[in-house]
C-alpha cells in the first residue's frame, strides 16, 4: 500500500517510462534513453503549485512535528568504514562510498523517520566541470607525491546533496567589560653609556563599561553530514540559501543521492546556539570603547527562532593514499573547492637539504677571502 503510493512519485519518461535524471547543466529533469527534458514543476501530479521555502517555528523542531521521509521510494547505503548513509531515489548498483571510498557498504532501507527536507539548491555545477576543478587543483599543489595525479583521473567524483540545518534568529546581548585606555608616562632612566635619558612608558587605566547589541541572524547554516568534515565543509561556503534555496520536490533528486542527517533536531539547535554566540561575543567585543579590553562577560537572548532542514548540493572524491582517506570537495552551486592531499616527505626533505646547501655555500663562499 505504501509501496504502492510511493511509486507514482517516481520520475518516469512520459515518452519511454525510463527514469529521469535531474540535469544540473539544463535545470531540468532529462530522459537518458530519448533526451526528452522536462521541467521538474511539471512532474508535481495533482496540479499542485510548487511548494515554497518555508521558516519554521522552533517548536515544531524541538517537539517532533514537522513531516518526515524523503517522499519517494529511497533505498539507503550505509558505509560500515565511515558511517555515512545516502538515500537514492532508485536502485543504486555502484557499492562504493561516496565520502570515503570503501566499498565496505551495505544496502538498508532509507529511515522514513527522518525529517523531509524543506527546501533545496539544486546542483547547477555540472559533473564535468567539478571533475576539471578536481584536475585543475591537484595541478596547483606543490610538494605532494607523483601519483597523486594518475590517481585524480582514476578515481570518480560524485555528487551528493548534503543535510543542513539552517537557523534565523534575533540575538539581544548585554555585555559588561573592563575597557583600557592607554596614556603614557615619561620616566627617567640611565643608558648602557652612564648618561641620563627619558622615555616614554605606556600604562593602562581600567574602567568599568557595558551596553547592548542587537543582531539578526538569517540562515545561519549547520552541517549535519556524517561524511563531511566541518572544517571542510566550511571552506566551501557560502551557499546563496536566502536566494537560491528552491521548495523540496523528490524529482530534484533523481539521479543523484541525499545523505541522511546525522546531526539531529535537538544536537543541531544546540550548535546552533553555541555559534549565535560566538557572533554576538565578537558584535560585543567590537562595541568596547576603550584601546583594550579585559573580563567581557555577554549574556544573550534569542529570540523569533525559524528553522529549516535543507539539502545543499556538493561534490565529492575520496580517494586513499596509503590506508588513508583524503577528500576534495566541490560547491554544486558556486563551484567553490575545499580539499586536503598528502605530502610526499621525500619532496619535502630534498627541497629542505637543498635550502640548506645553498645557504652552507654562500657561506663558505663569503668567508674564503678571510682564510687566505
Ligand atoms: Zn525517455
Ligand atoms: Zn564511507
Redesign the pocket.
Known amino acids: 500500500m505504501q509501496a504502492e503510493a510511493a511509486k507514482s512519485k517516481r520520475c518516469d ?1 512520459p ?2 517510462g ?1 527514469t529521469l535524471i535531474f540535469a544540473a547543466d539544463l535545470q531540468k529533469l532529462r ?1 537518458e ?2 533526451d ?1 527534458e522536462i521541467e521538474v514543476d511539471k512532474l508535481n501530479k495533482g496540479g499542485d503549485p510548487p511548494p515554497n521555502v518555508v521558516e519554521r517555528a522552533l517548536t515544531e523542531l524541538l517537539n517532533s512535528e514537522a513531516a518526515t521521509g524523503y517522499g519517494l521510494p529511497t533505498q539507503a547505503l550505509q558505509c560500515k568504514q565511515c558511517g555515512a548513509a545516502i538515500s537514492y531515489p532508485d536502485k543504486v548498483t555502484s557499492g562504493k562510498c561516496t565520502f570515503c571510498g570503501s566499498d565496505t557498504v551495505v544496502e538498508r532501507a532509507a529511515n522514513s523517520q527522518l525529517i523531509r527536507p524543506e527546501s533545496l539548491i539544486p546542483f547547477k555545477v555540472t559533473k564535468e566541470q567539478a571533475g576539471a576543478k578536481f584536475s585543475e587543483w591537484v595541478g596547483s599543489l606543490w610538494f605532494r607525491p607523483n601519483n597523486l595525479k594518475a590517481m585524480a583521473r582514476v578515481n570518480e567524483i560524485g555528487g551528493v546533496y548534503a543535510p543542513f540545518w539552517t537557523f534565523d534568529a534575533q540575538a539581544d546581548t548585554r555585555w559588561s567589560a573592563e575597557s583600557g585606555y592607554h596614556y603614557y608616562v615619561t620616566e627617567e632612566f640611565t643608558n648602557s653609556e652612564g648618561k641620563r635619558e627619558t622615555r616614554q612608558v605606556q600604562h593602562t587605566r581600567w574602567e568599568p563599561s557595558s551596553g547592548y547589541h542587537t543582531g539578526n541572524y538569517d540562515d545561519l547554516l549547520i552541517c549535519a553530514s556524517k561524511g563531511l568534515s566541518e572544517a571542510l565543509v566550511r571552506v566551501l561556503e557560502p551557499y546563496n540559501t536566502t536566494t537560491q534555496l528552491v521548495g523540496y520536490q523528490s524529482s530534484y533528486l533523481s539521479g543523484w543521492g541525499a545523505e541522511e542527517y546525522a546531526v539531529g533536531p535537538k544536537e543541531a539547535w544546540d550548535k546552533g546556539q553555541q555559534r549565535f554566540e560566538q557572533h554576538e561575543y565578537s558584535a560585543c567585543a567590537q562595541q568596547v570603547p576603550g584601546d583594550t579590553h579585559r573580563n567581557l562577560n555577554i549574556s544573550m537572548k534569542l529570540s523569533r527562532v525559524t528553522w529549516k532542514h535543507c539539502l545543499l548540493p556538493v561534490y565529492v572524491a575520496a580517494y586513499r593514499y596509503n590506508d588513508k582517506v583524503y577528500r576534495f570537495l566541490v560547491n554544486g552551486e558556486t563551484g567553490k573547492v575545499s580539499g586536503e592531499a598528502p605530502y610526499s616527505f621525500w619532496k619535502i626533505f630534498f627541497a629542505v637539504l637543498a635550502v640548506i646547501m645553498l645557504v652552507v655555500l654562500f657561506l663558505s663562499f663569503k668567508q674564503s677571502p678571510s682564510v687566505r
Open positions: 519518461c515518452g519511454c525510463a530522459c534513453y530519448c526528452a
